[in-house]
């Protein structure tokens, strides 16, 4: 039986839950200290994040607030949400919740993040619509999206899909500060500002790259390869590896699109 969308998400960060975001890099942790800088949270704040994966911006938020200030994190994975558990503080709340159809109340919080996920959702206008019902008036919307892949993700990305990986988690691409604006105004938030951010990180060999790369959502590709087929874009990543950097250690520069906004000044 195919999985819908909805479910394929699900089964794919399920089982990447106890790597995701782990191999050689940290910067889910980066970004998310950056994005709550970028939010500007104040004491006593009620704070929810959606999408909270392994609870990156909790963590962040919580060195900032304390209770009686509320936080909140939710997430479609219940294994994510295990994974989060082990690391947020005990004041911050977890929830399985889908993001399109949120529980909460209207005017609930003061803040809502969403950290490298919006492009997840098949109806961005309808999740910019719940996330607008449970803010407060000029309450503020902050998301990050991902830049433009560096040139090695961007070719193993496209060679996965000449090798047989056709069906794509990503929805929406939003790699621009103005193509997640344009969602923004469509949704009728106000203030909107944006930010391009950068974080430069390093693997050691193609090899630590490789498994890094099965610690997040583009696992779904690879996992639609046949074993020969995966075994022969391994090859050739390496291959192109030593091509683009001309040595062992593999350097990347990773860029995240930030943009915040609030509701109605009503």
């Not at 994510?80 to 993001?99: C, F, G, I, N």
């Not at 344009?182 to 949704?187: K, L």
């Amino acid at each position: 039986m195919t999985l819908s969308h909805k479910e394929w998400i699900i089964d794919v960060f399920d089982r990447a839950s106890p790597e995701f975001g782990e191999k050689a890099s940290n910067y889910f942790n980066y970004f998310a200290e950056r994005l709550v800088e970028f939010g500007h949270l104040t004491k006593n704040e009620k704070v929810l994040d959606a999408a909270t994966g392994k609870g990156a911006i909790l963590s962040a938020a919580a060195r900032i607030l304390e209770p009686p200030a509320r936080i909140v994190g939710i997430d479609i994975s219940t294994k994510m949400l295990q994974e989060a558990k082990k690391r947020v503080p005990s004041w911050v709340e977890l929830m399985q919740m889908d993001a399109e159809h949120l529980t909460f109340s209207d005017h609930s919080f003061d803040v809502v993040f969403c950290a490298f996920a919006i492009y997840f959702f098949p109806n961005v206008q309808a999740v910019l619509a719940e996330f607008k019902r449970v803010l407060k008036p000029r309450g503020r919307l902050v998301v990050s999206s991902f830049g433009p892949r560096h040139p090695l993700f961007d070719w193993t990305y496209q060679r996965c899909r000449e090798l047989g990986a056709s069906r794509e988690m990503l929805i929406n691409r939003f790699e621009t500060a103005d193509s997640l604006k344009e969602q923004f105004e469509m949704a009728h938030f106000c203030n909107i500002k944006t930010s391009t951010e950068s974080c430069s990180y390093s693997f050691e060999n193609a090899k630590g790259w490789w498994d890094s790369i099965w610690t997040h959502g583009m696992r779904a590709m690879l996992e639609q390869l046949s074993p020969q087929n995966l075994e022969t874009l391994r090859q050739g990543s390496f291959a192109h590896a030593r091509q683009l950097y001309q040595s062992n250690k593999i350097n990347v520069d990773s860029q995240a699109v930030f943009i915040s906004a609030q509701t109605d000044f009503k």
